[in-house]
């Protein structure tokens, strides 16, 4: 009786030794996916640090960027205001240059008339002047020379005679229509005499022919007069015609328009 039982019971204890076999089975595949699950959780996670990361980074680049482009965008800014800035000054200095060369055009014409017009004033008096005494043109004007022909002083003397003094009135007549013009009268002597005593003899000469045309109606402030003594000969040599030649006085006519800054004595 007991054999049966016996059987059965065995027959259970396997039974339930093969299902127990089967959960311990599942049960170690299991605990071994969620290993590889948690593996794979933690690859997951790392993945995920190392994507929040480069996100980040990303952020600052973008942040980065930004900035730098605000920057640019305010440099391009100020560029562009300083082209403008400058545009307007090459525009300016355009103008500025346009009108610095109409006024230059226009100085040029008006010295052009100028001296023209001194020119032709300067050839009115030449001939004028060349009818009464010899005169020749100088670079800033003109030189009446008064020799013994024109004005012959006498031998140690600076006195002016009745002959003298009608021509100096005829020259005087001319100088008094010329406008611009500075009058200088120089005194010369021959070569008898020491030279401390002919020149104080040539100034007496030249401020002779001087004085007279300030009598004539002369301005005297337009009126200088210097003597040279023996040092400047109109003609080299001793003999009665060069030394006469030599005791004269010379009148330079000086145009003080055209001749400003230059060395005016003729």
Request: net charge negative; charged share 30%.
């Amino acid at each position: 009786m007991m054999r049966p039982r016996l059987i059965s019971i065995l027959a259970v204890l396997v039974a339930f030794g093969s299902l127990g076999y089967l959960v311990l089975d599942r049960m170690g595949r299991l605990e071994a996916r969620l290993g590889e699950v948690g593996v794979q959780v933690s690859a997951i996670g790392t993945e995920a640090r190392t994507a929040a990361d480069a996100a980040a980074r990303a952020s600052e680049r973008s942040e980065d960027a930004l900035l730098r482009a605000g920057t640019a965008e305010e440099s391009a800014r100020e560029a562009a205001l300083g082209r403008e800035e400058a545009e307007r000054i090459a525009a300016r200095a355009e103008v500025t240059a346009s009108l610095a060369n109409d006024e230059a055009r226009e100085a040029r014409a008006e010295l052009e008339r100028i001296e023209a017009e001194r020119q032709a004033e300067i050839d009115r008096l030449e001939e004028a002047l060349g009818g009464v005494v010899e005169t020749r043109r100088t670079a800033v004007g003109l030189v009446m020379s008064l020799g013994s022909d024109a004005v012959e002083f006498a031998f140690d003397e600076a006195t002016l005679r009745g002959a003298e003094r009608e021509l100096l009135s005829r020259i005087a007549g001319v100088l008094l229509t010329a406008r611009g013009f500075s009058v200088f009268v120089y005194g010369h002597t021959d070569d008898v005499g020491t030279d401390a005593y002919n020149q104080i003899l040539s100034e007496r000469r030249a401020n002779a022919v001087r004085d007279y045309l300030v009598e004539a109606g002369i301005g005297p402030a337009i009126i200088d007069a210097r003597g040279y003594g023996k040092s400047s000969p109109r003609i080299q040599g001793t003999t009665p015609e060069a030394r006469s030649q030599n005791r004269r006085v010379e009148i330079g006519i000086v145009d003080v328009v055209l001749s400003s800054g230059v060395d005016r004595e003729p």
